[in-house]
């Protein structure tokens, strides 16, 4: 077992975008391993590897019970909207409506370098949706129409992690059922 630190916020390698898996190995296979770990223990809903510092398309997600995990995603997203409250792990107590993709198709390849296609709706094709948008360097606040990444930006500064004294914020008045992401 390998809890690794959660990057938040802030953190360089969120805004980078990750390589492409080439060498499914026993280095890819610890990584999925950590990354299933440190979910786990956060606990959230998923995981993707930059917010553990690993500049890597891979990332896990444990929804509805479910654990998965995905290398090289290549999405495709259905017309049908959903909207719903969103947060991450990497930017603590901020929740907001986020719209996303009602459903996703996901093209990618297992820990072994076997391919695999995950199909998925409401909260399993949000969380592939954001995960997959950390591996291009893209978060959730980036999605919230200009008023909303306002009042998320302002309960980031406001936010302890962020460095400063304050209040946690929320940003959405609803409750968000454990998920971060
Ligand atoms: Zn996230």
């Known amino acids: 077992m390998a809890i690794q630190d959660i990057r938040l916020f802030g953190d360089p390698v969120l805004r980078t975008p990750a390589a492409p898996v080439v060498d499914f190995d026993k280095e890819l296979r610890t990584l999925v391993r950590d990354l299933f770990d440190t979910m786990r223990d956060a606990p959230g809903a998923g995981l993707a590897a930059p917010q553990i510092g690993v500049g890597l398309r891979v990332f896990t997600w444990w929804v509805d019970g479910e654990l998965g995990h995905l290398v090289n995603p290549q999405l495709r997203l259905s017309a049908e909207q959903q909207e719903g409250d969103e947060g991450c792990l990497s930017i603590p ?17 297992d820990e072994h370098g076997e391919p695999v296609t995950i199909e998925g709706s409401e909260l399993l094709a949000r969380c592939i949706q954001h995960e997959t948008d950390h591996l291009d360097g893209i978060l959730f606040i980036d999605r919230l129409d200009k ?35």
């Open 93 to 109: 107590g901020v929740v907001a409506d986020t719209p996303r993709a009602l459903r996703v198709v996901a093209r990618g390849f």
């Open 147 to 181: 008023e909303a990444r306002r009042e998320a930006l302002k309960a980031i500064r406001s936010a302890e992690w962020a460095g400063l004294p304050g209040p946690i914020v929320q940003v959405s008045p609803h409750a968000t059922h454990g998920k971060g992401l």
